[in-house]
Nanobody
Framework: QVQLVESGGGLVQAGGSLRLSCAAS????????MGWFRQAPGKEREFVAA????????YYADSVKGRFTISRDNAKNTVYLQMNSLKPEDTAVYYC?????????????????WGQGTQVTVSS
């Protein structure tokens, strides 16, 4: 069982930056592939980024590539999402998720554990 708690969301102007954190409970954090998803009002939850077990393999949605950076610190049981050059279309609730599988997944159904989400609002 893994419990995930996100933090770091808030209101920011377009062009600004935010850093999201996701703290995980449990002693097997390093065995999980970690992902970030987001969901805007009236839209489906969509993949944002994922990171492999060691942190060396990272994957991004085209919409955030070059602006967002995912990273993890296995010693602190934490995964991060650094978001730069934010746009109003990045406004959404951002969710952290953990996947017990061995391959990166891009769909929410593949992830086993979810955080409660943190709101990110980007004003124009």
């Amino acid at each position: 069982q893994v419990q995930l708690v996100e933090s770091g969301g808030g209101l920011v102007q377009a062009g600004g930056s935010l850093r999201l954190s996701c703290a995980a409970s449990g002693r097997t954090f390093s065995r999980y592939i970690m992902g970030w998803f987001r969901q805007a009002p009236g839209k489906e939850r969509e993949f944002v980024a994922a990171v492999g077990w060691s942190g060396t393999s990272t994957y991004y949605a085209d919409s955030v590539k070059g602006r967002f950076t995912i990273s993890r610190d296995n010693a602190k049981n934490t995964v991060y999402l650094q978001m730069n050059s934010l746009k109003p279309e990045d406004t959404a609730v951002y969710y952290c998720a953990a996947d017990m599988g061995s391959m990166i997944a891009y769909t929410p159904v593949r992830y086993d554990y979810w955080g409660q989400g943190t709101q990110v609002t980007v004003s124009s």
